[in-house]
Each structure stands twice: as C-alpha cells, then as structure tokens.
C-alpha cells in the first residue's frame, strides 16, 4: 500500500473538511468554488487509484450510488417533542411569570432563537462517525433518513476535534432549502413542465424523502443545529454554551441566537426579527425562547407533548388581498359542510395562495363573504389560509349573499342543521354568536363522505397505512372496491393492478402496506374511526382506559359519567380545602398534581363521552368494526405494545447468517422490541448477534468486551420460538 497516497488522501481530506467548516460554520470561506473544487476533485482521482484507501467518512462518500428502495424506522433514545405556541407579547409575559413560580427564588435567563421553517432531525454520532439520522416522525420513532442527510455538506460525516466530543452524541436540529436553492428548483421544475413546490418548508421535506440520495444531494439543501438529544456525557451547563461546543465539533448554529435576561429582552429581540426575517436567506415563522439553564429544564419538565421550559412565538400573520372567485362546500369524515373561497391567486407568506377556509357557515354570514368580493386573506398560525375581512367598498353591484345549503352537494340529500350554545372564549372564530350551527351530511352513502373517512382512516396519525392516498381512495370508491374501512383490507394485487396509472411493483407495495397496518395500537385505532370530538389525545386517553378493543365494544356509558363525576366532586372537594384554609396552595398543588396524574378520563368531557358512546350504540358501527377484527385488524392497547419492549435501550450488532431466518427479519425483531441496530461494533453496543461466518465484527466485539450472543440466546431474549424462514416478522 502506498504510504505517500495514503498521507495525500488524508490532507486532502482534511483540508476539505476545513473548508466545509468555514463555509457552513464560521461563514468566513477562505478559496474560491473552483479551488474546492480542484481540491475535491484531486481527492476523488487518488481514492479511485487506492480504493482500498476509501473511507466512510471521506467527502467523496456524501452521496450514495444506490437508490433506496423504502426508508427503515429508528426510535429516538429522547423523545422529539413538540413546541408550544404563542401569538403575542401577552402570552410571553404569561409564560415568563409561570417559570418565575416554578423557578422561585432562583434567577434564570433566557436564550432566543430563529425558528427555522423545516424539517427536524436527530444526528447520532459515535466516536466522532455520523452513524444515523432520522426525522422527527411522530416524536418517538422517525425514518431513517442517513444516505440523504449525508449528502448535505453542513452536516459533518466526521466531527471536528472529536478527541473533545463525547463517544455518544445525538445533535438534533433543521433541515432547510435557502431560498435562493428553492427558486432555483422551481426554476427548472418550470422549465420541466413540473409542478412548482408551494415553499421552501416542503421542498425541504419532499428532497429529505426522496429515495435517490444523488436527486437530495442536487437540491442544495442546508442544516442548523439548535439542541441536543442522547449525550454519554454533558458537554455544557447552558442551552447557550452547549450550542458554542456544537460549533466547535463542526456543526451550524445559526448566527442570530441572541441571550436575553429579561422577558422584555426576549420580547424586543421578538419584535426586530419581525422585520429582519424578510433579510434572511431561509424561512422563518417565528422565534424559540428556551430557558438557558439545563438543571432548570429538568426542574420544569414537560407534559406529554412539550417541554414547559420553552416555548414559540410565532410572527402575526402577513395578509394579501385578493378577490373571491367562487365558494365551495366541502364535506368532511364527520359529514360536516364547510365553505371555502376559491381565490384569484395571490402571494402570502412565501406560497401562492388559491383557496381560503371559511370555517363554517356563521363565520360566512358573520364576515358577509359574497363571490367578486375583494378579501383580506391571511395563515393562521403561518400554515392554514383564511379570510379575514370583506373589502365591501369594492364590492360588485350584482354580489349576491351565499345560500346555505339544504342539500349535500355530493350526494343531494337532505342536510341536517344542528344548533348549539356558545361555549369557550368569546373570540374563538366558532362562537362569534350566541348560537352556533352545524351543518351535516347524514346519508352513510354518500361517497365523498365515505372517501373523507377513508382518507381520514388511513392517515399517518390514525393507521398510518402507507401509499394509500386520496387519488387511490378515490379509484377504489368509485370502482366500488372500498364501501367501508373493512373494504381496505380485503383489497388483493389484482384489484389494485386494475385501477389507473397504478403498475405491478406499487400494487405490491400498497398490499404490503395494508398488510403492514393490521396491528396497530388501540389509541390509533380509535382515532381513525373519525368519531366526532375524538382526536388523538382523547383517543389514547380512551384507549389506556379500555386496554382492549373487547372492552372499548361493550361501553358502559354510565360507568363513565360516574368516573368523571368522581374525578371532578375529587378536585371540587380539594379546592373547598383550600378556601376554607384547610390546606396550604403548596399541599393543595401537590394533591392537585396527584389527582390529575391518577385520572382514568383526562381531558374527557361529557361532550366526547356522549359522541364516543352513541357511536358505539350504533349497531353499523359496531358491526363493522367487527368486520375489521374478522379481517386481521388489531387493535393493541398501549401496555401490551410496552410489554413487548423486551430490548428497550439496548444496540445490536447483527452479523453473520443465521440457520431459520435472515438477517433483516432478526433486525426487524431487534427494532419491534424496542432494540436498535447498528453496522459497526463500538463500546455503546450491547450484544454482538453472530451466526455462522460473523467476519471481523466478532473479534472487535472480543476486543472490547462486548457480549457475543448467538441464534438461540437471542430467541430467549425476546421469548421466541423458531420456525422456518418466511417473509417479514418471525412468528411465535
């Protein structure tokens, strides 16, 4: 081998890795693109002479040659959670004064930063090798999306003064499209005849998904670190100084992070970027305020979905104005008609706009929207159109006022109009009068209800069955193939090959999706059915109730008004003592705390118990959720899915052929108990699974002293019984 080479390749690389760092890092490039280029180019030649030469982490490896055929999962050792929102300067008061009293008396300041519109993604590193990315996803388990984050040159393969890192490093930040690659894009999109992206958010997203790593690797995309997840080891006692140490190791921190020691601070910085934002290369949709200190984040926790010790302000939405073409009524999986406002396309908030959300028939009347209005239009909460106001002195002498409906405008029956008091805050867009009515589509045959349910049902929220969407659902419908949820998976090869424009290997990939859907956890179940005021908080509430889908069919209804009387004569009770000083507000917040902890029915109103329960007493539905359960749906609850988290925090390394499966069937098995699994053996790996042939990944396991577990051993773990190989899953 040739040592001159080998120390040639090695500076080159290191020299390219320099400039990465101050290209993407420090902003402060130091060459031209033509000298990269030179350079990378030198690189590439030498390790085709020497490819035994050719490492992982070389530049040159960015891109991988293969296409991907589908995108594996990995759960995230640290939950991805979600961020909560606030709209104005009030609300910021309003969460500084609950960290003061959760703090109390210690000091605290804060950290403020852009709130880039991407994607999230959770880079693990060990011993300085990237080694996995993975979306955001449902916040628990993403997809793993590595060959493609490897070819965005922000991203480090290799951190910078690893010798100074922890062995074990998950850095989770954005993934963006600045936007002068998305006009690129959707410049020769144009070009192409393709349709444009609406914005830069899914560009982003849409080149993060793309199964051929070398179309990502095109798109220019770009990344910014902003937090970290899993750590062997604390790299810092601050959020601020922990984002210092990410740039040392080579990552991008974006350059506008700012402290402030103060909630007027925070709010000033707030106020400046609302202007400055429109300066930005990238899009942003507000600003993250995160508590600095990481002691006081685990003193403030989280709930269930966000953690408590930060919190976005989101921008107040810009505004367009345009005019009405048109107004729709549309149904929804409930049966509910909603009008819409087919607009003459206007520009807002970085996306063409053509449709706007009317929200119900009150607010229409409300805001008098009639076609040929001219309209102020804009996104609540930066993501959904509305309008906002009538510009009624330009109004059209012959604008007529909309006509509610009497009719479903799919199926022509008969609507019915149900009326109900005011309830909630006097400025919620719904309750803007005393009454409030509801118009609803009852006809169980009307198909366009039946496709939203459908399209509903298979969501990545409820059952989550993969490369089942509206254009297929509305194949499946009008053929006649799909007249209820059961229909889904009756459904074979040959009735999928026959619709339009649908070939021989996505046929294939829709059958193992449905397949793939079958056992699925209670809660999404129950969500998917699209019973009315039933979401996915509820639904999982629900579900850890019930436990099983025998019991959620045999509903008591007064077992549950009963629970929930219960649950609240306890908290009524608790507060008399408070008033009548029979306890202290301390004692009192931690009885409270204890009370909502032990709910059966958190956060379940009688509202969603009489919806859920009339559902279930409709014998149709139950009949048909019966069909779904005779056909190999099933619903599990939420304790037996952790049960079978047999391997939970524990990495494998497979290796090796195995005597009664193959190695992606064990690897599945690995992730489905909760495992992880990884391609080289480091000092964090748990077990070795060797089977004959193992290679070298057996004496590195050896080595560092890594327990070598085999075939049977394995099989004990996870309480498994063999059988002959088959595709998929290994069977008990």
């Known amino acids: 081998m040739n040592k001159d080479a080998r120390q040639i390749i090695e500076e080159l690389r290191d020299q390219i890795r320099r400039h990465d760092y101050l290209y993407y890092v420090l902003n402060q490039p130091q060459i031209t693109d033509q000298q990269y280029d030179q350079l990378f180019t030198r690189l590439k030649k030498i390790e085709s002479e020497y490819p035994e030469l050719i490492a992982p ?22 939950p991805m959670l979600s961020i909560d929102n606030t709209y104005n300067p009030d609300e910021l008061i309003a969460f500084d004064q609950r960290i003061a009293k959760a703090l109390a008396p210690q000091k605290y300041e804060y950290v403020v930063e852009p709130k880039i519109d991407g994607l999230a993604i959770s880079l693990r590193y060990e011993d300085g090798l990237l080694k996995t990315a993975a979306t955001r996803g449902n916040g628990q388990i993403g997809d793993n999306v590595t060959q493609n984050i490897r070819t965005i040159k922000a991203v480090p393969l290799t951190l910078l003064n690893a010798q100074n890192a922890p062995q074990t490093i998950e850095v989770r930040g954005e993934v963006y499209m600045p936007l002068k690659a998305f006009q690129q894009l959707n410049d020769l999109r144009a070009e192409a005849g393709e349709q444009f992206f609406a914005n830069p958010r899914n560009a982003a997203a849409g080149s993060l998904k793309l199964l051929d790593p070398k179309i990502t690797a095109a798109r220019n995309l770009s990344f910014f ?32 992070i700012k402290k402030a020691d103060s909630i007027e601070n925070v709010i000033k910085i707030c106020n400046d970027f609302t202007k400055k934002r429109l300066t930005l290369d990238y899009m942003i949709d507000g600003m993250v305020i995160k508590v600095n200190n990481l002691v006081q984040h685990d003193l403030l926790g989280s709930t269930g979905r ?10 107040p939405a810009q505004q367009a104005q345009t005019i009405v073409r048109s107004i729709d009524v549309q149904v929804g999986k409930t049966g509910t008609l909603t009008p819409v406002a087919n607009l003459e396309p206007v520009l807002l908030a970085g996306t063409t706009v053509k449709r706007a959300s009317l929200h119900n028939f009150d607010e229409l009347n409300r805001l008098d929207v009639r076609c040929g209005d001219t309209v102020l ?11 906002v106001e009538v510009k009624k002195e330009f109004r059209p002498d012959d604008a007529e006022i909309f006509k509610k409906p009497t009719i479903c405008p799919s199926c022509g029956e008969k609507i019915e109009v149900r009326t109900k008091k005011r309830t909630g805050k006097k400025d919620e867009i719904a309750h803007k009068s005393e009454k409030t009515h509801s118009y609803i589509c009852t006809n169980k045959n009307c198909t366009t209800l039946l496709k939203e349910k459908i399209n509903y049902f298979v969501g990545r929220d409820q059952m989550n069955i993969e490369d089942v969407g509206p254009s297929l659902i509305e194949q499946l419908v009008e053929a006649g193939l799909v007249k209820n949820f059961a229909d889904i998976y009756k459904l074979t090869k040959e009735d999928i090959v026959e619709l339009e424009r649908i070939a021989d290997k ?9 397949r793939k859907s079958k056992i699925i956890p209670l809660w999404r179940f129950l969500a998917g059915l699209g019973i009315r005021h039933i979401g996915g908080q509820s639904a999982q509430t629900l579900s850890n109730y019930f436990g099983t889908i025998e019991k959620v069919l045999s509903v008591d209804e007064d077992e549950l008004k009963k629970i929930k009387k219960q649950e609240k004569d306890e908290k009524k009770l608790l507060k008399n003592k408070l008033n009548r000083q029979e306890i202290g507000k301390e004692e009192h917040k931690e009885k409270l ?3 909502q902890k032990n709910e059966k029915l958190k956060d379940i109103g009688d509202e969603i118990i009489d919806s859920f329960c009339n559902y279930m007493k409709d014998t149709k539905n139950k009949t048909m959720i019966e069909e779904l359960i005779s056909v190999g749906v099933k619903p599990e609850s ?15 390394v497979v290796t090796g052929t195995f005597t009664n499966f193959s190695r992606q069937q064990i690897e599945q098995e690995i992730r489905d108990a909760g495992g992880k699994t990884s391609s080289s053996v480091s000092k964090i790996t748990n077990f070795v699974l060797a089977g004959e042939n193992p290679g070298s990944k057996l004496n590195k396991a050896r080595q560092l002293q890594v327990k070598v577990i085999n075939e049977n051993e394995f099989l004990q773990l996870i309480h498994k019984k063999t059988s002959p190989k088959k595709e998929g899953h290994l069977w008990e």
């Open 306 to 315: 966000a953690p408590k010790w930060c919190i976005s302000y989101k921008f």
């Open 57 to 78: 982490d070389s530049p040159t490896q960015r891109v991988s040659e293969q296409p991907l055929e589908a995108f594996d999962q990995i759960a995230h050792s640290v």
């Open 225 to 256: 670190a902003y937090s970290v997840g899993q750590i062997s080891e604390p790299i810092a006692d601050g959020h601020y100084d922990t984002l210092q140490r990410l740039k040392d190791f080579g990552f991008p921190v974006n350059e506008n």
């Open 506 to 514: 996505s046929a294939d990939n829709i059958v193992k999706a449905i």
């Open 593 to 595: 705390k204890e009370l």
């Open 638 to 652: 939420s304790q037996k899915i952790k049960s079978k988290e047999k391997l939970a925090g524990k990495t494998f």
């Open 377 to 387: 239009v804009e996104k609540a909460g930066e993501i959904i159109p509305q309008v």
